[in-house]
């Protein structure tokens, strides 16, 4: 069986087909722009991150400026190391961002100083060991200056004076003027930059209050990936938190300060899902909104009107011609329909009145015509029954009372018609009762204790069957109303109707008279020869028993 599917399903399945796509296309770009905006992110770490690079090397320039400066005056050329010493002063105080500005010779001992401290050895100092090596303006790694304890990195500049022999010039710039020199106030919110030498050691952090002290190493994913010189961002993982990263460095003769730019992955991940995720909600609640109506209006326009045409046609499938659709103002092809059911239903209706005027003429026809043949019947039987008043001999009255009862068998049937105005089928049962009936009061003389029994299934047969059946049962149960019982005063007459599953009718009737003895070779009578005729005119078969119990015969027939 066929599973039933509403039309309110199927618009419901448009409706949500039309707007898969649009949630496709929207998840689509919820996508795109997801991705969009990681790059995005991604390209602002790493200009941010360059930006802070370039002020790194804005740094390390005026250093160097400030200290080519110092080459060329006459206190470093002449070795007029007091006057220097003056100078040096002079210029710390003209920039606070150092911690202290000195001069050594070739032997690595301070011979003047911004802080007025000489004669100790920086011979322990790494960053001057290096550029002594490649006598070239050098970056310095994080320390803690000996003359002032403030935690510095340094840039060193070799120079030589006028005798040609070398001297270092050492800026140190302290750690905590990054705070004024870096434009810390564009720095991005949750961005974090993390400055550091090339050791790893950390020169600066900014970003946010976790204490993160200078001079420590930092995370060593972040250091190798610094060291590697790769510069697109990229996802680490450093102290067990995920952040987007970019690293750059600024590089002389060899020595680098490295700048690093990072977001927590959280925090781009939450910012780059708030307007996808808000899109996404007023896409859906769009998209649901929009379904409801559409199927609202499907259901108001179409749904409801298909509903009121279904019933109007099971009205009509019912029987009931005379009901009408309703019409709405709206003209479509649902009120055309509806206009073409209406006007069938009409032409139906008059049809219909007509053909049961017809069939009502008809009927009255037909059984004006029964009831025409059942008086002509009756008027025969009523003849022959004057005739039997008026016969000679008892051999032409009992063939009289044969004809008669014969001729009565068929008025019967059309009696039974006209009573019951059963214009078209016999019931046999009613028809049956009567027909015995009239047989025991036509054979009054057998006896009055003899009965008929008529059971079995009661059915209908149309009149074309019915009347040869007629004939038969007539001249079985005469016959054994004038033969079986010549000794008897008492018995009993059976009818007994039952169908096969195979549609076959089988009549039984039988007696409990004397019986007869039963050749069917030599019963040659004129009642025997009509009932084996009439057997054969409704296909059917016949077996006679009979014996000192009584007689039984068997007839069996299609019901078509």
């Known amino acids: 069986m066929i599973k039933k599917v509403t039309i309110r399903t199927k618009i419901f399945f448009i ?41 790194q090397r804005f740094i390390a320039r005026n250093a160097e400026e400030m200290m080519l400066a110092i080459s060329q005056t006459r206190s470093v050329q002449n070795k007029e190391y007091t006057v220097l010493n003056v100078y040096l002063g002079d210029l710390m105080k003209q920039y606070p961002s150092y911690s202290v500005i000195l001069a050594a010779d070739a032997n690595f001992n301070v011979i003047a100083s911004g802080v007025n401290k000489i004669n100790y050895s920086l011979e322990d100092r790494a960053y001057l060991q290096k550029a002594s090596k490649t006598e070239c303006f050098s970056l310095g ?73 200078l001079g420590e190493n930092v995370s ?33 003769c060899g020595t680098n300060i490295y700048v690093s730019m990072r977001v927590p992955y959280r925090h781009v991940f939450f910012q780059s899902y708030i307007p996808v995720i808000s899109v996404l ?44 659709s309703g019409l709405n103002t709206a003209r479509d092809e649902v009120t055309d329909l509806m206009e073409s059911f209406n006007s069938m239903a009409k032409a139906l209706e008059e049809r219909s009145n007509a053909n049961q005027r017809s069939l009502r003429e008809k009927e009255f026809l037909l059984t004006e015509l029964q009831k025409r043949v059942s008086d002509n019947l009756q008027l025969l039987s009523s003849i022959i029954n004057l005739q039997i008043d008026h016969a000679e001999g008892e051999e032409s009255r009992i063939s009289l009372k044969t004809t008669h009862s014969r001729v009565m068998a068929l008025a019967l049937v059309y009696e039974t018609i006209h009573r019951y105005s059963d214009v078209q089928e016999v019931h046999l049962h009613r028809y049956c009762n009567g027909l015995c009936e009239y047989l025991f009061s036509l054979y009054a003389n057998v006896g009055t204790e003899i009965h008929c029994d008529v059971c079995g299934v009661d059915f209908a047969l149309p009149i074309d069957k019915a009347l040869p059946l007629a004939l038969i049962i007539n001249e079985l149960v005469s016959n054994s109303l004038m033969h079986a019982f010549q000794d008897k005063t008492t018995g009993s007459i059976g009818l007994f109707f039952e169908i096969k599953s195979n549609g076959i009718i089988v009549m039984t009737i039988s007696d409990d008279g004397v019986g007869f003895e039963w050749n069917p070779s030599e019963y040659g009578t004129l009642g025997f020869e009509m009932v084996s005729a009439l057997v054969e005119q409704i296909h059917g078969t016949m077996a006679v028993e009979s014996g000192p119990e009584g007689s039984r015969v068997r007839i069996q027939f299609p019901m078509d």
């Open 220 to 252: 060593p994913p972040l250091y190798e990936r610094a060291i590697s010189k790769e510069t697109e961002v990229e996802l680490l993982n450093i102290n067990n938190s995920r952040f987007f990263v970019s690293t750059n460095n600024y590089s002389r």
């Open 15 to 55: 409706v949500l087909v039309a707007i898969i796509p649009t949630i496709g296309v929207s998840l689509y770009s919820a996508h795109s722009f997801l991705r969009l905006y990681l790059v995005r992110n991604k390209t602002q770490i790493e200009t941010v991150c360059n930006g802070f690079v370039n002020e």
């Open 141 to 213: 790694h994080y320390i803690v200056s000996k003359s002032t304890g403030v935690p510095s990195v340094t840039y060193t500049l070799p120079v030589t004076d006028r005798a040609g022999d070398v001297i270092y010039l050492i800026a140190t710039y302290a750690l905590e003027s990054y705070l004024d020199e870096m434009s810390l106030a564009g720095l991005p919110q949750n961005m974090l930059l993390e400055i550091f030498d090339d050791s790893g050691r950390r020169l600066f952090f900014a970003g946010n209050d976790d204490e993160m002290p």
């Open 281 to 324: 909600i007023v896409m859906l609640l769009s998209s649901i909104g929009a379904g409801f109506i559409s199927v609202f209006m499907a259901r108001r326009l179409f749904v409801a009107r298909i509903e009121k045409l279904t019933e109007y046609t099971l009205s009509l499938a019912g029987g009931n011609l005379s009901v009408r």
